[in-house]
């Protein structure tokens, strides 16, 4: 009897699981990060400054560079060694051999081939690898990816090619906002033309979310065998080498919901399974909550002259949070800039922030709602100015406005007397003329 009671427990608590399912947002992975794109909100993380290798997830970046300095139609012609010299994945590339980038990039991204990105990184980087990594490396630092190192355009594995989850997700926002790099990455098949040494290509990606050609290797997920493909996939990329493990960066996006999710060095399964389970969390688990709407009014900017100018929003400002998650922690910080005038309407005149525990969670430009051209400075009244910088200069230029005012009207006052003076003695002088000539 004791034994049906426990299968009874069992079985319950299997179809509950079912029902409601359990987030197991971390598996395998050594590092794992998970964020809304738009908003930039964290929602989940797990050792993500630890220095990983990238492995093939260092063609973000090359591709990056390569879109940003060449254009599509660039011919570009196979050297001498590359074929010869890169291991690992290739589309057997041959010395002598013309392409358009166009075509290597669709290589590069999706089989992930090794001697495309030496043969895009030779010929933008001047004949040598070494000049195209330190554009990698410039590129890094400026997008704020300090604790990144690349020594090469592949990933193939060098004790001094590292990156972090933190940084990745610096390098992947940023190549999201160009709009081939978004249109390659979610490619699942393309056909290189003929070129002059080789007939056409077929590709397709390794990216198992997008496309799952292997039968047989399906990943457990909520206690349910499912594809790696996954529902609203589009991009990022893959890659594995043995020091870095299994590794990937993924895009998806569902009813205007955008997650990446990054996990670092796993087994195969490992990075396919922790994906899944942290996109689930992300879309079922999170909701956008509006803090301030656009043209949603800030405070007054007051001017010399006593009058005001209204400060709104110029965009909405959301938090992509946990649905129970309210908002009254979050804290409101005004920045308004030295206001030059004249300003336009629409101009930024300063920025509105939101932080949570210090963190910056969202941020809109704070815009002037009219035009101002003849105020020459102003005075904002906020915490941030002290009583001296609140108080109101001497008005010097309507000062000397009455001044002016007043030696005008005496100058024409005084004109005015000597005209009707002139004149009253031009009529005494006709009138006595007038009697000569009558006594006469």
Known sequence: MFKKYILLTISILFILSNIFPVYAVSTGCESVMLFELKTQNVLYEKSIDKKMYPASLTKIMTAIIALEIGNLDDKITVDEKTPYEVDGSSIALEAGEVLSLKDLLYALLLPSANDAASVIAKHYGGGTLESFVKLMNDKAKELGATNTHFANPHGLHDDNHYTTASDLAKITTYAMKNEKFREYIKTT???????????????????????????????????????????????????????????????????????????????????????????NYGFDEFEFKTIISANEFVQDLELENDSKIALVTKESVALYAEKNTTIDNVKKNIKIYDVKFPIKKGDTVGKLEYEIDGKVIGATDIISTESVITV?????????????????????????????AIVIAVVVLRTYNKIRIYRLKQRRKKQRGKMRQEGM
């Open 189 to 279: 098949r393309y056909t290189i033309p003929a070129t002059n040494l080789k007939e056409e290509r077929a590709l397709h990606t390794t990216n198992n979310l997008l496309l799952n050609l292997v039968k047989g290797n399906d990943i457990i997920v909520n206690n349910k065998y499912v594809s790696r493909q996954y529902e609203g996939a589009a991009g990022v990329k893959n890659g594995y080498t043995p020091e870095a493990g299994s590794c990937l960066v993924s895009y998806a996006q569902r009813n205007g919901v955008e997650l990446i999710a990054i996990v670092l060095k796993g087994t195969s399964a490992d990075v396919y399974t922790d994906t899944h389970n942290l996109l």
């Open 376 to 404: 020459e400075t102003s005075n904002l009244n906020n915490p941030s100015n002290n009583d001296a910088n609140n108080k109101k200069p001497f008005k010097l230029p309507t000062f000397l406005t009455i001044i002016i």
